[in-house]
């Protein structure tokens, strides 16, 4: 009898928050080929319409190349938009990751714009 693999949905799930003077967008699940694209393009649309966005990627658990593709291709977006894009949280797989295609140090400066958002809030950066 073969095994019958269990495959787990690729679900993502975006929350957005509209606050006066930015956007605090909330990821949930996995940024993978089969949800690039959503994210993409739910994030290229907040980003037009805001000067800035915070990313939270604390409930991220897992980015592919695509995923990493749609995160470039906004931030991107945002530079020519002028708008600041800020990702705050990831977790330590999602920052291996950053590591290892070499966009560590861009996604660094980010994640500390993200940390100095969280210690506004009075939360504490992971």
């Known amino acids: 009898m073969a ?3 269990i495959s ?9 928050e509209q606050k006066a ?7 949930t699940g996995r940024i993978t080929s089969s949800t690039s694209a959503t994210f993409e393009n739910t994030l290229r649309d907040l980003v037009s319409n805001d000067k800035r966005v915070v990313l939270d ?6 980015i592919d190349s695509s995923g990493l593709g749609a995160l470039v291709a906004v931030y991107m977006h945002a530079t020519r938009t002028k ?11 999602v920052k291996d990751l950053f590591s290892r295609s070499g966009l560590a ?3 660094l400066k980010v994640q500390e714009a993200g940390e100095q958002h ?5 939360q504490t950066p992971s």
């Open 83 to 93: 708008c600041e894009l800020e990702l705050a949280n990831p977790k330590t797989r």
């Open 57 to 62: 990627l604390t409930n991220v658990d897992y």
């Open 118 to 122: 969280e210690e506004l809030l009075g």
């Open 21 to 27: 003077t930015e956007t605090y967008v909330r990821a």
């Open 8 to 16: 787990r949905p690729e679900q993502l799930r975006i929350e957005h």
């Open 3 to 5: 095994a019958n693999p």
């Open 105 to 107: 140090s861009f996604f």
